[in-house]
């Protein structure tokens, strides 16, 4: 489905990405950590066409997509969501879900997201929770081959966080192929059966989440730091 080869990305003197080489399947989910500057999110703004890498190659249902722009990948299926949450906060929410598609089906995104009782209030007078389920509708209503969603659980409650799970292992189910960068290790692990561990650049480790809490290289870059958060 996606194939990376090679990719690098350097910012001045600061190496960002350094030979990544990454494959994600059909119907695989896999999850993206590492500390803060190891380019996880270079690495999705490489992939979704917002930077265009310095070398290597991109290939997504076996064509070349390195250096195309960002629409034209999400026509190709190919669909993300953003850190910082991107809506239409003055639009309703069913305005914003017939944003990408004013075709039929927008109840039926509304309803998987959770949303069709707010599907006539403003977006901005949403919870974050409500916000982060949007955001993910809007990309449904992309018709995704595949998802790049970006720390989808960040600022959630307990309670929220379980209903975004629910919306994504739906997805997860129906086939589509998601890459998830996430913090909240618990919450992701639980999502994903292969971890990818990125640290100044570089892949240090790819494998089960199992796995990845018992590696010493992974525990010495990012997990001894970052356990306690999590």
Do not use: W
Not at 18 to 23: A, K, P, Y
Not at 42 to 49: D, P
Not at 120 to 146: C, D, F, T, V, Y
Not at 205 to 211: A, L, Y
């Amino acid at each position: 489905m996606l194939t990376i080869k090679n990719v690098s990305k350097k910012f001045g003197e600061i190496v960002a990405l350094d030979r990544v080489n990454l494959r994600v399947s059909n119907e695989e989910c896999i999850g993206i950590i590492g500390p803060n500057g190891a380019g996880k999110t270079t690495l999705f703004n490489v992939i979704s066409g917002f930077i265009k890498p310095d070398s290597g190659k991109i290939e997504f249902r076996g064509e070349c997509i390195r250096g195309k722009k960002p629409n034209s990948l999400v026509k190709k299926g190919l669909v993300r969501t953003f850190q910082l949450i991107r809506v239409f906060k003055n639009m309703t929410v069913e305005e914003n879900i017939l944003a990408p598609n004013s075709k039929n089906g927008v109840r039926d995104i509304l309803e998987r997201v959770e949303l069709v009782d707010k599907r006539n209030m403003l977006a901005k007078n949403l919870s974050q929770g409500e916000l982060r389920r949007l955001s993910i509708g809007i990309a449904i209503a992309s018709h995704p081959k595949m998802l790049l969603l970006d720390e989808p659980f960040s600022g959630l409650s307990p309670k929220e966080a379980s209903q975004l799970d629910n919306v994504i292992r739906e997805l997860k189910e129906e086939g589509i192929p998601q890459i998830i960068i996430e913090h909240k290790l618990k919450e992701l692990f639980n999502l994903s059966e292969r971890v990818v561990v990125l640290n100044f650049g570089k892949i240090i480790f790819d494998g089960s989440p199992e796995e990845a809490v018992r590696d010493k290289t992974v525990i010495n870059a990012y997990l001894g730091a970052n356990h306690a958060e999590n």
